[in-house]
């Protein structure tokens, strides 16, 4: 085994991992916890400290 048969062996490696982590990023099931980060900002916070959401018109 040569070097560029490692270096083949991780770029493919490297490639199948990205397309793991965009096929993930873009799943149905994932949507709602990215929404739920997304709105984190303007979640608002009571006297103690506690945080609470705003209901979504949606």
Do not use: H
Request: net charge negative; glycine share 6%.
């Amino acid at each position: 085994m040569e070097i560029n048969d490692l270096r083949s062996i991780a770029t493919v490696a490297g490639l199948l991992c990205f397309l793991a982590i965009v096929g993930w990023a873009y799943s149905k099931r994932s949507k709602k916890g990215f929404d739920e980060a997304a709105n984190l900002p303007f979640a608002e916070q009571d006297d103690q400290g506690v945080v609470s959401r705003t209901s979504d018109p949606r």
